[in-house]
């Protein structure tokens, strides 16, 4: 079996795969300070819980946007499992993909897995939006090459600059909105109003603009926490794919032990 760990700058995710199925998955907040051994003790035992021996995982690969991580979960794989961990991007498990702008060693591992997985996925000319702490737009040909793409700061990441910058404006949970009205009657909706909407209407305006750019018709594939919730009030998004980043680990896992 496959150990794959997702690094990402809020979370780290583990999932467990037979093949290019996915057999669990588990979560923990992303502390570059966390050793080997405080892994190990968490995963052990979610690991045993499954019914999963540790001797049944034979490859790991790690993806990670915190470079201080990948030391750590390096003592993780060696100490515990006996295996010496593929670095998503290094090495055997280079990308394998054109990456197409200024600073091809800039891009972050989660953006260049998500061009791999929805590449190998889906047909054409793609825009990956990824929800994270950040939210990312990338551009995607039709022939798998990275072309480049947006970051934006994530929806929460705004809330908390808002509220976090006034002295009056209470704490509130991103959520649905009640109504598609957007004139709020009150402080909370029209905060969330103004969180929601606008962030849909500035994701509806990037994605015009890059299909524009590109030229030919492209897909629009979502991924990350939050792309259920914005699916559900834009018709932008051709695909939802909540593990896209982690299919990605997966493929590069694949192609790097033949």
Same mark, same amino acid.
């Given at each position: 079996?496959?150990?794959?760990?997702?690094?990402?700058?809020?979370?780290?995710?583990?999932?467990? +795969?037979? $093949?290019?199925?996915?057999?669990?998955?588990?979560?923990?907040?992303?502390?570059?300070?966390?050793? $080997?051994?405080? /892994?190990?003790?968490?995963?052990?035992?979610?690991?045993?819980?499954?019914?999963?021996?540790?001797?049944?995982?034979? &490859?790991?690969?790690?993806?990670?946007?915190?470079?201080?991580? !990948?030391? &750590?979960?390096?003592?993780?794989?060696?100490?515990? +499992?006996?295996?010496?961990?593929? !670095?998503?991007?290094?090495?055997?498990?280079?990308? @394998?993909?054109?990456?197409?702008?200024?600073?091809?060693?800039?891009? $972050?591992?989660?953006?260049?897995?998500?061009?791999?997985?929805?590449?190998?996925?889906?047909?054409?000319?793609?825009?990956?939006?990824? +929800? *994270?702490?950040?939210?990312?737009?990338?551009?995607?040909?039709?022939?798998?090459? /990275?072309? $480049?793409?947006?970051?934006?700061?994530?929806?929460?990441?705004?809330?908390?600059?808002?509220?976090?910058?006034?002295?009056?404006?209470?704490?509130?949970?991103?959520?649905?909105?009640?109504?598609?009205?957007?004139?709020?009657?009150?402080?909370?909706?029209? =905060?969330?109003? @103004?969180?929601?909407?606008?962030?849909?209407? =500035?994701?509806?305006?990037? !994605?015009?603009? =890059?299909?524009?750019? !590109?030229?030919?018709?492209?897909?629009?594939?979502?991924? @990350?926490?939050?792309?259920?919730?914005?699916?559900?009030?834009?018709? =932008?998004?051709?695909?939802?794919?909540?593990?896209?980043?982690?299919? *990605?680990?997966?493929?590069?896992?694949?192609?790097?032990?033949?």
């Amino acid at each position: 079996m496959l150990l794959a760990a997702d690094v990402g700058n809020t979370n780290v995710v583990f999932a467990l +795969f037979d $093949g290019r199925e996915i057999k669990a998955r588990w979560r923990i907040a992303t502390d570059p300070r966390r050793t $080997g051994d405080e /892994y190990a003790v968490w995963l052990l035992q979610l690991l045993q819980i499954e019914g999963v021996d540790r001797k049944e995982i034979t &490859n790991i690969i790690v993806g990670s946007v915190v470079p201080r991580a !990948i030391h &750590n979960l390096t003592v993780l794989s060696e100490k515990y +499992f006996g295996v010496t961990p593929m !670095i998503a991007g290094q090495a055997d498990a280079d990308w @394998g993909i054109s990456v197409d702008v200024d600073e091809p060693r800039s891009l $972050g591992a989660d953006r260049a897995l998500n061009a791999i997985a929805a590449h190998a996925k889906y047909d054409g000319d793609l825009i990956v939006i990824d +929800f *994270g702490t950040a939210t990312t737009f990338d551009a995607v040909d039709f022939n798998g090459a /990275y072309k $480049g793409g947006i970051i934006a700061p994530g929806i929460n990441l705004s809330l908390d600059a808002l509220v976090g910058n006034t002295a009056k404006l209470p704490r509130i949970a991103i959520k649905s909105p009640e109504s598609d009205s957007v004139i709020g009657t009150n402080t909370e909706d029209q =905060m969330l109003i @103004g969180v929601f909407w606008g962030y849909v209407a =500035m994701m509806e305006g990037l !994605i015009e603009r =890059m299909r524009a750019e !590109i030229g030919r018709p492209a897909k629009v594939i979502a991924t @990350g926490g939050l792309a259920i919730l914005f699916d559900k009030h834009t018709d =932008m998004f051709d695909a939802v794919d909540s593990d896209l980043t982690l299919e *990605g680990l997966a493929i590069l896992a694949e192609r790097a032990a033949q």
